[in-house]
């Protein structure tokens, strides 16, 4: 069964692109598009709906006072925030309110996908880039997700390890050396307690990190 999507966002050209996308897929089935908040509410009185897709930012209720509602009247609904918008503030007050997922929109159209599979699943998911943020924040993704003492960059080694890169790949992508990847392994898997990348992926997953 296809997951049922519903898109929010107040550009039209920006609702219909995303229609587009993801009408092209047959795991997905668009059951609406709306231009506001209150429109997508009363959509979700009369469709039935896996995912609710939004926009962060939108005249009258923005997206997190709209994840609010959702949680509150239907709380069978998934809710992933679309945005542009990676400043930490917003980031927390989007978790407060149970929000599923946080994706950014420079992301390409497969993680777009995935984050959707994610959270229509049940699980979690966070953009890399959100996740990195929060950390140079100070600030974890949930009270008890992320231990206090992973630094940013084994944050960023343990998403990195979730897409089954390999060292040289990660060292590749973050400019490091293949030793100090193996050295920030090392440290990761010390602090989360496992001893392979399996584990460190059940970690991630557990957490809601990937």
């Excluded at 092209?24 to 009363?42: H, K, M, P, S, Y």
């Excluded at 959509?43 to 709209?66: Q, S």
């Excluded at 699980?123 to 231990?147: N, T």
């Excluded at 400019?175 to 990348?197: D, N, Y």
Aim: glycine share 6%.
């Amino acid at each position: 069964m296809p997951i049922r999507l519903l898109i929010v966002d107040d550009h039209a050209v920006v609702a219909e692109s995303l229609a587009v996308l993801f009408g092209t897929n047959a795991d997905f089935e668009v059951v609406g598009t709306a231009r506001n908040a209150q429109q997508a509410l009363d959509l979700l009185e009369t469709t039935p709906t896996d995912v609710l897709l939004t926009d962060l930012a939108m005249p009258g209720l923005d997206g997190i006072a709209l994840v609010g509602q959702v949680r509150r009247h239907f709380p069978a609904v998934r809710t992933l925030l679309l945005t542009m918008n990676e400043d930490a503030p917003k980031i927390r007050d989007a978790i407060r309110v149970g929000v599923t997922g946080y994706v950014l929109k420079n992301e390409d159209r497969a993680t777009l996908e995935r984050a959707v599979r994610q959270v229509a699943a049940g699980q979690r998911f966070f953009s890399e880039a959100v996740v990195l943020e929060l950390a140079a924040y100070d600030e974890p993704l949930m009270a008890e997700a992320i231990p206090a003492s992973l630094t940013a960059r084994e944050l960023e080694i343990l998403i990195l390890v979730c897409q089954e890169l390999t060292n040289q790949e990660i060292a590749d992508r973050l400019f490091i050396s293949i030793p100090t990847v193996e050295t920030h392994r090392r440290h990761l898997m010390q602090k989360v307690g496992c001893k392979t990348a399996i584990g460190l992926a059940k970690f991630a997953l557990k957490h809601g990190l990937v």
